[in-house]
Structure formats: structure tokens, C-alpha cells
């Protein structure tokens, strides 16, 4: 039993979620949701993506977005960038943090990006080094640690070593993904233990998606093993392009219950974030997906 | 690390899930849901109470719902019974398996049944020498054990302390309940560590309900201290008395979705109890409340 003292959570509500949500709340509403989250305690926010428009227009305002929302220095506003161009326009206006992704999966990586996991990481180089030589810290996503759509399984090796290549590269954090929620704990754990043998524990984050439910149990047991720093959604923002109708991120205010009770420090103020989370769902149209959330309004 | 190899899942979406949603899906329809219920490969189904219908007129057709279901001899169909009364009705209708209740709060169990814990555990010896007698097996419902709305916190003492006496009249299996979902991992852990030094741990269930998302979890970390059955409803039916719109018992869909990624065998089709759960929730008018049971119905 080795549970952190202190856990940080990713919100990755306003990208990670709205990216895979049906309604587009616009904006404006954007904005606000991050300027609400700013006011919870949280100190990661992801806020948006600088990836082309064609193929996600769910983030073309980026600029607008990162332009607009009231920027507290004690928070982290990190941006996804699939490459140098998007790196360009990410720090063109004004990002300070940025996030680079690629699946363990060979398979899904082609698919979903057109190059394989290789010449994603060498599209990185340049990112990081200039990321570098910025000062800009630069965060990794890897997907599909559990499990792939396209392959199957995914060989616990390609998870390490893409994770290892990140962080070798420069990444601070290495956020491992179960993009289709298809996990369950100990074969999280069992992954988390295999990374954390090449990359330490400290510069590893969780993000799992609640497809199937198991997200908060996976979590549990990667607090187990020590780590301390968790994706997740406000509300459960999100979906599974690979499962319609599917649950998306695990909510971050189920986390943030979780932790509270487990007597680990979050600094988030729940009813604040669940209040948001609601605020949120209410623009979505529907109820939130924070079962926590629900309870809390409930009483 | 102590996982069971096998665990046994009591469903219970036919009483304590039905009972606790708003739409009564009529006498036909119970009696279905617990023939589908039967060739999922459950062993263990609770099918109704025996309760007053003046005050749960949901189970008003209880001897109707035992007459009609097609009992395969290898599975248990528990019933609720609140007192003698109720389990000479029980027996009238044909029932094997019965099952008796208290809260593990004191000012639960007053609002609740209008008897303190004692008075209740009174109510149930000559049941449970009825049941002794007639060759019944009895199971002990303890609810509250990880909190109660009227008087907050319930001490671990108390826990015991009803679940051993029930474990002394009889029963053979205590279910430790979570009756309004406030629990957290470390929690349910540690008092399901209390009560396993009164009461052999095979002698122990757990029943853990969704309100605030922790079932999972906190099934998870019960099975971690070696407990071999769960309590859970098909498609999450059920609700929160004391938290109104908050989500009910834990899905047994998803359970099962852990139990097998953990290598823990039910004997459970996951597909046709998924299946069963979808069928459930058209009936009640809403989506499944399992993830797993969402997800199995996208692949």
C-alpha cells in the first residue's frame, strides 16, 4: 500500500472531453467553463488543442480560447500540438505548456494520425527541442496502454517504450491513456508497474476512460502503486469515438470524492468543481456524468 | 493480495433494484427479468419481499412474482421477510432462501423500521428458528455500515456488533451494505477488516450502492481483503431513497466486467446479463445503468 499524500489532477474537461462531445457549447461558454475550473483549486487545466480544423473542428477557436480565459500563474494551461506547426500557433498565442500524443498502439497510431508510432516521435523532436529553448514545458500522452480498437491487445513493451522515448526526449510527464476504457485494475497496474520501471513514478500520470465502468477501481489501483497525478473530466465529459454512445472520461469529481476519502490532497474544492460539472451538463443537455456530482446536488 | 479465484454475484436488481425505481414494471415482467435472470449463470437471485404493501406496495405481488418464475434447482431465490409474519407468507408461496435486515445505525433503523437494532434483532430469533426448523436458509442484511443519513458517521463497533449477533442466530451469510453510497475505498476496507475478525469471512457479502461512484472501488478493495461475494443489480437498477435522482446498487454488469479482467471466475454469460440489463432498462423507460452494459451494446 504505497497511496501518495497528495494527488494533482489533469482536468482535461474543456479539451480531452469537449473534443469528443456532440455539442459544441461554443466560445464563449468554453472560456467559461476554464475560468470556472480556475476557481476550484485545480493547478492543471488542459485547455485546448492547436490541431488542424479539417479534422477536429470541435478546436478551431483555440486561439480565441486561450486569448480569452483569465490566466491564474499558479495553474498550468496546457495545449495538445500534433507537431511544430501546431507548436507555431500554440505559443503564436501564448501558451506556456504544451502536450504531444501517440499511441502504444502501432495499429491505432496509423490510423488515427497516418504515421507510425516512430515518425510521431520523431515529428516530437523538433517540438522539443524548441519546447526546450522556450522554456515551455511539454507534457506526453500515450494511448491505448490497455488495449487498441484496431490490434487487440497491446504488448506491454511498445507501452514502455513509447513512454520511455517521451520522456527521453523531454516530456516532464507521461500521461498513460486506456483510450477505450477497456481496462481493469490489475492489468492497469501491472502496466503502471512496467512503465514506472523506466520512467519514475513521479513523472507518470493515469488517464483512464470509463467505457466500462472501471475507471475509478483502475485508478485505485494505480494509487496503490504510487502514482500521483490523474486525468480526468469535469462532469465525464467526453465519449469513445470507438464505442457510440459509450461513457467518456472518468469524472473528475468521483476522482476527487475518492481521494478526499482515501485522506489524500487534492486542494480542489468539490462542491465548487461538482457545481461546474453541472453547470456544464446543463449546457451539454444532460444530466452529469459525475454520479458524485449528482449525489452532492441531491442533498 | 489476497483475490478470491471465484466470487459469487447476488443479484439483487429484482428486489432492492425494482423496489427502488419509479416505474413499476408490473408482475409479468418481474417474473421474466428473473427467468432471464436464471440463464445468465447467476446462482444467487434475489426475486421479492415480503414486506407490508402498504409500505412497499413495489412488492405487493410477491407470491404472484415466486408462483410464476421457472426455479432452476441450482440457483438460490432469496426473499426479503421482515418478521415472522412475512416469513409465513414466504413460506406459503414456496420460498428455500429468506433474508432479514437491520441497519448497523441505530437512528436508521428507528426511522426505517420503527424498532431499535435490538428490538429488530428480537424480531428475527423466532425466524431464525423457524428457519432452523424448517430447513431455510437465512440470510443477514447489515445496512448503513459505511454511514447513515440521519446520524452521519456509524462506528465500526456497531458493525460488528450486528453483524456477529446476526451471524450467532444463524445466518449464513452477512451482507454488509453501503445503503446510501458514501463510502470510499480504505472504508469499506477496513470495516470489512472489523467485521472478518467476528465473522469468518466466508460467512461475508458485500452490497455496495453507486450514489457517489465508489462501488467499483471499493468493491475492488474488499476483494483485495479476500471477500467471495457481491451484492449487485442488472443494469444498476435501483436508486437512493435519501438522495433523489443519485444512482442505485453497483451493476452487476460492470462487477462481473472486473471480476473476469481480474481472473476471478462467476460462472456468469456477461453478454446475456448485459443483454438482460438492456432489456431491464427499456422496461424502465431509461439507458442501462451499467457502462460495461452500454459499451458491450456499441462493440
Known amino acids: 500500500m504505497g497511496f501518495p499524500a497528495e494527488v494533482r489532477i489533469v482536468e482535461v474537461g474543456p479539451r480531452d472531453g469537449l473534443q469528443n462531445e456532440k455539442t459544441d457549447i461554443g466560445t464563449a461558454a468554453k472560456i467559461e467553463l476554464i475560468d470556472r475550473l480556475s476557481r476550484t483549486g485545480l493547478r492543471s487545466i488542459e485547455a485546448t488543442a492547436f490541431v488542424s480544423p479539417k479534422w477536429v473542428p470541435q478546436m478551431a477557436d483555440a486561439a480565441q480560447v486561450l486569448a480569452g480565459i483569465h490566466r491564474d500563474p499558479a495553474i498550468a494551461y496546457p495545449v495538445l500540438v500534433p507537431n511544430e506547426q501546431g507548436y507555431e500557433r500554440a505559443r503564436a498565442a501564448g501558451a506556456q505548456e504544451v ?12 490510423k488515427n494520425t497516418n504515421a507510425t508510432i516512430d515518425q510521431s516521435l520523431e515529428r516530437f523532436r523538433p517540438v522539443l527541442e524548441r519546447a526546450a529553448a522556450d522554456g515551455v514545458r511539454v507534457r506526453g500522452y500515450v494511448s491505448t496502454v490497455l488495449g487498441c480498437p484496431y490490434q487487440g491487445a497491446v504488448p506491454l513493451a511498445d507501452v514502455v517504450r513509447v513512454s520511455r522515448s517521451l520522456h527521453a526526449m523531454g516530456c516532464y510527464e507521461i500521461s498513460l ?23 519514475p513514478m513521479p513523472a507518470l500520470a493515469i488517464h483512464f476512460h470509463d467505457t466500462y465502468g472501471q475507471a475509478l477501481a483502475n485508478v485505485l489501483a494505480c494509487l496503490e502503486q504510487g502514482v500521483a497525478v490523474v486525468d480526468s473530466a469535469v462532469s465525464g465529459a467526453g465519449g469513445c469515438p470507438y464505442a457510440k454512445g459509450a461513457s467518456g472520461n472518468v469524472a473528475s469529481e468521483d476522482v476527487v470524492y475518492m481521494l478526499h476519502g482515501l485522506g489524500i490532497r487534492t486542494g480542489i474544492d468539490l462542491d465548487a468543481l461538482a457545481g461546474t460539472g453541472r453547470w456544464l451538463a446543463g449546457l451539454l443537455g444532460r444530466e452529469t456524468g459525475s454520479k458524485a456530482g449528482k449525489a452532492l446536488a441531491a442533498q
Do not use: H, W, Y
Not at 483510450?179 to 514506472?196: D, F, H, N, S
Open 177 to 199: 491513456g486506456d483510450t477505450i476504457g477497456i481496462g481493469t485494475p490489475e492489468k492497469a497496474r501491472a502496466m503502471l508497474k512496467a512503465v514506472a520501471a523506466e520512467v
Open 99 to 110: 502536450a504531444v500524443f501517440t499511441a502504444a498502439s502501432e495499429a491505432f497510431n496509423l
